[in-house]
C-alpha cells in the first residue's frame, strides 16, 4: 500500500510539473502569436492608412463615387438636395440621393461646421475629401471636419 501512495504521489507530482511547463510555454507561445499578429495588423493598418492619406489622394467625378469604396478621394460638386434628422445631416451630390455620393455629417460633429449645414452647403459648389465608404448599397463620405469640404464658388 506504501508502494502505492509512492507511485501516485510521484505521478502527481511529474504531471503538475509536465502541466506547468507546457502551461508556462503554450502561453508563452500564444503572446508571441498575437504580439506578432498585432505588430502585423498595425503595419498593415499603417500602410493601408497611409496610401489613402498622403498626396496621390484620387480626384474623381462624384457620379462614379460606388466604384471607388474605400478610396481616399476628391471630388467636386454642387449640393442639390440636403436634409437633416437632428442626428445627422445628409449633402447630396444628386436629387437621386439612393444611387450617388451622399456627405454626412454626424451630429457628434455639427458644432465643428456652421449652424445649419443643410442650409449652408445647399446649392454651394463644393470640392470634397475623404473615403468613400459603402452603406446600404450606396457611397458616401463622412464629414468629420470643416477642412474636408470647401466651398469653391
Same mark, same amino acid.
Given at each position: 500500500?506504501?508502494?502505492?501512495?509512492g507511485?501516485?504521489a510521484?505521478i502527481t507530482?511529474?504531471l503538475?510539473?509536465?502541466?506547468f511547463f507546457?502551461?508556462r510555454?503554450?502561453?508563452k507561445?500564444l503572446?508571441?502569436i498575437?504580439?506578432?499578429?498585432? @505588430? =502585423? =495588423?498595425q503595419?498593415?493598418q499603417?500602410?493601408?492608412?497611409?496610401?489613402?492619406k498622403?498626396?496621390?489622394?484620387?480626384?474623381i467625378?462624384w457620379?462614379?463615387?460606388?466604384n471607388y469604396?474605400?478610396?481616399?478621394?476628391?471630388?467636386?460638386?454642387?449640393?442639390?438636395s440636403?436634409?437633416?434628422?437632428?442626428?445627422?445631416?445628409?449633402?447630396?451630390?444628386?436629387?437621386d440621393?439612393k444611387?450617388?455620393?451622399?456627405?454626412?455629417?454626424f =451630429?457628434?460633429?455639427?458644432k465643428?461646421f456652421?449652424?445649419?449645414p443643410?442650409?449652408?452647403?445647399?446649392?454651394?459648389?463644393? @470640392?470634397?475629401?475623404g473615403r468613400?465608404?459603402?452603406?446600404?448599397?450606396k457611397?458616401e463620405?463622412?464629414?468629420?471636419t470643416?477642412?474636408q469640404?470647401?466651398?469653391?464658388e
Amino acid at each position: 500500500m506504501n508502494n502505492f501512495y509512492g507511485k501516485l504521489a510521484a505521478i502527481t507530482a511529474a504531471l503538475v510539473i509536465i502541466f506547468f511547463f507546457a502551461n508556462r510555454l503554450i502561453i508563452k507561445e500564444l503572446k508571441n502569436i498575437n504580439l506578432t499578429q498585432s @505588430r =502585423a =495588423a498595425q503595419t498593415y493598418q499603417y500602410k493601408h492608412d497611409s496610401d489613402f492619406k498622403d498626396k496621390q489622394k484620387k480626384k474623381i467625378n462624384w457620379k462614379d463615387a460606388k466604384n471607388y469604396i474605400d478610396y481616399y478621394v476628391e471630388v467636386e460638386g454642387e449640393i442639390v438636395s440636403s436634409y437633416n434628422s437632428g442626428k445627422v445631416c445628409f449633402l447630396n451630390f444628386h436629387k437621386d440621393y439612393k444611387n450617388y455620393l451622399t456627405l454626412v455629417i454626424f =451630429a457628434s460633429d455639427f458644432k465643428k461646421f456652421p449652424d445649419k449645414p443643410e442650409k449652408y452647403y445647399l446649392g454651394k459648389k463644393v @470640392r470634397v475629401e475623404g473615403r468613400i465608404k459603402e452603406y446600404k448599397g450606396k457611397p458616401e463620405i463622412k464629414i468629420k471636419t470643416p477642412d474636408q469640404i470647401n466651398i469653391i464658388e
